[in-house]
């Protein structure tokens, strides 16, 4: 008969009792920690990945003017004046107020978000186009030019406003925020 040794027996059993072991502490958590996240924290956090939230409006704008011919009184002329630029909407996430909610269970961060900012329009091209054959370019005036220039940027800023920019830009800074508190085990609540 062919007999085992001792030590062998042994060393099978404790390799079961780790494997068994280890199969409890898996499914029942029996090792895990848990990691607790205080309030300062958190905001260490948020402010650390905090970052300026933008928005881009991309778009056209015209103005029409009727403008007198300078050389024969009662001849007009059309000028239109066509920019094509952008409009940029942020939310500056350091400027927002965090209060860290611990009640129980429920674990949230209150976050109050400032004012949308809506910048002045960056022109990328403009033309001023006119009707007419006495009319020339050089008879505007500059202020007549810087009058038109800022009219169609105050349009192309208005259609970016009517576009909702300002609501698509608390959106975004929203939903980043939701998704960084989420993964920290966090629900995000906006005032």
Not at 63 to 81: A, D, G, H, I, M
Not at 86 to 113: C, F, P, Y
Request: glycine share 4%; hydrophobic share 45%.
């Amino acid at each position: 008969m062919l007999r085992t040794p001792r030590s062998l027996v042994i060393a099978v059993a404790v390799a079961a009792l780790i494997v068994v072991l280890g199969w409890v502490a898996l499914r029942g958590n029996l090792f895990q920690t848990q990691t607790q996240t205080t309030a300062v924290s958190i905001i260490d956090q948020i402010k650390l990945v905090a970052k300026l939230q933008t928005v881009e409006y991309h778009g056209t704008a015209t103005v029409r003017k009727n403008k007198e011919s300078t050389f024969r009184p009662l001849s007009r002329s059309t000028v239109v004046y066509l920019l094509e630029g952008k409009v940029v909407a942020s939310v500056d996430l350091e400027q927002m107020q965090i209060e860290v909610l611990n009640a129980g269970k429920e674990r949230k961060v209150k976050l109050t978000l400032p004012e949308v900012v809506v910048d002045d329009p960056v022109v990328k091209r403009f033309e001023i186009l006119m009707s007419c054959g006495e009319l020339l370019a050089s008879d505007l005036s500059d202020d007549e030019r810087n009058s038109l220039h800022q009219e169609v940027l105050g349009k192309l800023k208005l259609a970016a406003q009517e576009d909702g920019i300002k609501a698509k830009a608390r959106k975004q800074a929203e939903d980043y925020l939701r998704t960084f508190l989420t993964a920290l085990g966090y629900q995000a609540e906006f005032a």
